[in-house]
């Protein structure tokens, strides 16, 4: 007995790893090792002769082998390999037909007749009794979506698994009763909790989408195209103001260096008569210096604006509500009403944000033109500098 088992626990494990395909995550090696595991706990506890309790291994062993070949119909596939192979190790045909009707009463539908049916059926059917059932399931699960190519969404699964374990299925043995029917009560009651949990979640989604869409049907929103156009314009105006910033910053830099260098270094030289011609290019270099510093500073000296607007502002769109300036001194409830009209306007509220773009383009042109005047004076002051210093150097040299 032992040695044709092992011959075909070999020939199955070989034959399911070279030919299975890879999708059949569940129906697979261990699925089998599984039912014929469960298959000799059955057998051991039943009063079954050896041929008997051989059969029923041999059987569990060939009973899903069918699936290197199709999916539907597996059984048939099955019973021929497995005919073929035990007929080659000398088992006797009137014994590999018993196994045969075995693996033919696995298929899906099939009422199972004898005792030794109904227990490989209940062997095959255990996951629904074993506390890895969530796991199990989640693998078929996975191999319909591969194999079958169809796909279940949570809520539909729950179904399918509900109504499998309440309606189409049962164990057919008292053996297998005794072992199993608590534990698959216990999943079966998991999976209605579930269900309802999530039936619960959907309902309280459901709820606020409606809320949304009802708040959405209130306000008009602007269309994507031109939400995102205002958003990327709108950043963009920002960024180069920055950038402006930045440019006069490091120039008030610069400048604050030099005139901290003036005073402390060519300044003290001044005092001596001898230097005397060093006093026209120092007062050039201060000079332009000095310009540069001032025009960097009103290239990036913030303007104040009043900070407050009327009701009839608002109603007859003259207020743009999305620059600061414009509401800065208003209390919070007359901002919210303001905003609040402004949502429900769709006018308006385009009208504000081409307004702030606008605004922003003339803050821009300001800086920008500041800064390069700021530049432009660095740069000849620098220059005229330069040449004051050699034209006097020179000048002294002669004298």
Partial sequence: MDTLISKT????INFLNSNLEKSFVYHNVSHTQRVVEKTVELIEILDLSEIEKENLILAAWFHDIGYTKVMDGHETEGVKIAAKFLKENGLASERIEAISQMILSTEMGVEPVSEYEKILNDADCSHLGSKNFSYLTELLRREWELSKDRVLNESDWLKENIDFLTNKHRYYTSTASKIWDKQKSKNLA??????????????????????????????ELPERGVETMFRVALRNHI?????????????????????????????????????????????IFIAFTVASIVLSIMATRPNVTQGKFTKEDVANKKVNLLFFGNFHQMKLQEFEWAMEEMMKDRDYLYSSLTKDLYFLGLVLNRKYSLLRLTYTVFMIGILVSVIAFVFAFYAQGKA
Avoid: C, G, R, W
């Fill in 9 to 12: 626990e070999n020939f199955v």
């Fill in 190 to 219: 998991q999976l209605i909790k579930t269900e309802k949990k999530i039936k619960t979640e959907s309902t309280k989604l459901k709820h606020k989408k409606e809320e949304l869409a009802h708040k959405k049907s209130k306000i």
């Fill in 239 to 283: 960024t180069l103001s920055d950038i402006a910033d930045t440019k006069a910053n490091i120039l008030l830099s610069v400048n604050a260096i030099i005139i901290s260098m003036a005073l402390s270094t060519l300044l003290p030289k001044l005092d001596n008569p001898s230097n005397d011609y060093l006093i026209t290019p120092s007062i």
